[in-house]
C-alpha cells in the first residue's frame, strides 16, 4: 500500500537529518525502521505484561527498576540502594504513578537536603 501524507515540518528535519548523519540510507528507511522499533518496543511490552499477570510476584519493584536504571545510565545514585528504596517508599505516597526516573530525582533531592 503506498500512501502520501503531508508530514510535519520537525518530522522531515528529523528524518533529512537522520539520513544526512548516516543513520540511514534514506528518509523511507528512517520511518520503516521507527515504526518496526515503536511495534518491536509494543510486542516487547505486552509480552511482560502476560508475564507478569501469570507470575506477579516476578515483576520488579519500583526501588528495582530505578536501581537498574541508575546502574544503566552511569548515576552515582547507583551506589546507594538504601536511598533508592526509601525514595521509591517515599514518593508513591505523593505520586502514586512515579516512575523510576521520578524515583531518582527524588533520591537525589533526598540527598542533596541530607548535605545541606
Given at each position: 500500500?503506498?500512501?502520501?501524507?503531508?508530514?510535519?515540518?520537525?518530522?522531515?528535519?528529523?528524518?533529512?537529518?537522520?539520513?544526512?548523519?548516516?543513520?540511514?540510507?534514506n528518509a523511507n528507511d528512517?520511518?520503516?525502521?521507527?515504526?518496526?522499533?515503536?511495534?518491536?518496543?509494543?510486542?516487547?511490552?505486552r509480552a511482560l505484561d502476560?508475564?507478569?499477570?501469570?507470575?506477579?510476584?516476578?515483576?520488579?519493584?519500583?526501588?528495582?527498576?530505578?536501581?537498574?536504571?541508575a546502574e544503566l545510565d552511569?548515576?552515582?545514585?547507583?551506589?546507594?540502594?538504601?536511598?533508592?528504596?526509601?525514595?521509591?517508599?517515599?514518593?508513591?505516597?505523593?505520586?502514586?504513578?512515579?516512575?523510576?526516573?521520578?524515583?531518582?530525582?527524588?533520591?537525589?533531592?533526598?540527598?542533596?537536603?541530607?548535605?545541606?
Amino acid at each position: 500500500m503506498v500512501s502520501s501524507v503531508r508530514q510535519p515540518a520537525a518530522l522531515k528535519e528529523a528524518l533529512r537529518l537522520a539520513v544526512e548523519l548516516g543513520l540511514d540510507a534514506n528518509a523511507n528507511d528512517a520511518t520503516v525502521q521507527a515504526v518496526r522499533d515503536r511495534l518491536e518496543a509494543f510486542a516487547q511490552r505486552r509480552a511482560l505484561d502476560v508475564h507478569y499477570a501469570v507470575h506477579p510476584g516476578a515483576r520488579p519493584s519500583l526501588a528495582e527498576v530505578a536501581q537498574a536504571a541508575a546502574e544503566l545510565d552511569g548515576d552515582p545514585l547507583a551506589g546507594e540502594p538504601a536511598l533508592i528504596r526509601r525514595a521509591a517508599k517515599e514518593i508513591v505516597s505523593l505520586r502514586p504513578g512515579a516512575s523510576a526516573d521520578d524515583v531518582l530525582v527524588y533520591a537525589a533531592g533526598l540527598r542533596s537536603r541530607a548535605s545541606a
